[in-house]
Structure formats: C-alpha cells, structure tokens
C-alpha cells in the first residue's frame, strides 16, 4: 500500500480522489476514516477531546491497518492518504513502513498559503499566525525527506502529480 504524506494543503486527500476515480486504485484517507469512526469531524474531535486523543486514534488506525493488511489477500492497488501529522511519531512511521512505500507531496510554504486561505476545517492550521505555521511547516520537512520518494508538487494539476505518482512508482 502506498502511503502519501505531505503538510495540510499539500493535495494528498484530492490526488487519493482523482487516483482512484481515473485510475481505479483503493483509497484509503486517514481523516475521513477516523472522522467515520468517532462520527465527529477532524475540527470537532480537537476541540471536544485535543489533539493527543486524535494522535492516538491516528496510531490505533494505523495499527489496525498493518493488521489487516497482513490478514487479507492482495487488495487491487491501493493509496493511503495520511493526515499532515501522521508520519511525525516514529511508531506511526514504523507501521507506515510495514504498509509499502512511502511518497512526500513537496509544496511550498507559500503555495500552502494560498491553498488555505480561509480554511476552517483545519484545527492546527492559522493564517493569522503565519510565522508560527511557517516554523511549524520547516520544523515537519526533515522527517517528510525521509519518505521513500518525493514528488515536486507546487506548480502541478492534480492530473500532473498522479503522473509522477505512477512514474515513481514504476521506476
Ligand atoms: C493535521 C493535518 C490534517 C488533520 C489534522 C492534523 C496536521 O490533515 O489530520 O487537522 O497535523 O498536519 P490534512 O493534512 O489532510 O490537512
């Protein structure tokens, strides 16, 4: 299972979307699965229980996934969009790496901006508070590098990035 990481805003959840409509892969989004199964929204799961119990349902997620994974019989392809945080815990990392390759959407701090302005739904995301989301930003990239492969997204379609996706992968 290939895993894509990247800061909010970078596009992983709109390519996971295009992929598998254009290409039929699986997707699988790590938000949208944990919002499913707390019946809360990723805004409403901070504010009610913070952003610990959201980190430890991130890593039960995860955890659940590797084990199912090493239950089933080969799925069709299938893409993991994570939440921008996900790959920050090293355990979250561990599982990550059991699950296959992992691929870092790059998108500048500035680009990122743009894409967010006036975002709401993101709890650890303030336009009002750039310079510490730019620290924030800087301080994710060395474990970001870290990923398997790294796609140059900033100046890309979303039809643009999937190709790499399936290039790096090929290669
Ligand atoms: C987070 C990113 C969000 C979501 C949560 C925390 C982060 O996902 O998991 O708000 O720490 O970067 P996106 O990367 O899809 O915005």
Redesign the pocket.
């Known amino acids: 299972m290939l895993n894509i990481w990247g ?3 970078s596009g ?2 709109t390519l996971g979307r295009y992929v598998a409509q254009v290409y039929q892969w699986k997707h699988i989004d790590s ?1 949208e699965r944990i919002e499913q199964a707390e019946g809360l929204s ?1 805004p409403e799961l901070f504010a009610r229980y913070g952003e610990s119990y959201f980190r430890q349902k991130e890593t039960d997620f995860l955890a659940r996934l590797v084990r199912d994974q090493q239950e089933s019989d080969a799925e069709p392809f299938t893409v993991l969009t994570t ?3 996900m790959p920050l815990r090293e355990e979250n990392r561990q599982y990550l790496r059991q699950l296959g390759p992992s691929v870092y959407l790059h998108v500048s701090f500035e680009e990122i901006v743009r894409r967010l302005a006036q975002d709401d739904q ?3 995301w303030n336009e009002r508070e750039l310079a510490k989301m730019k620290q924030r930003y800087h301080e994710r990239l060395s474990i970001y590098r870290t990923a398997d492969h790294i796609i140059e997204a900033d100046h890309y379609t979303v039809a643009q990035v999937a190709e790499q996706l399936k290039n790096v992968i090929r290669a």
């Open positions: 800061f909010m805003g992983k959840s938000d990723i939440g921008g945080g993101r709890p650890l």
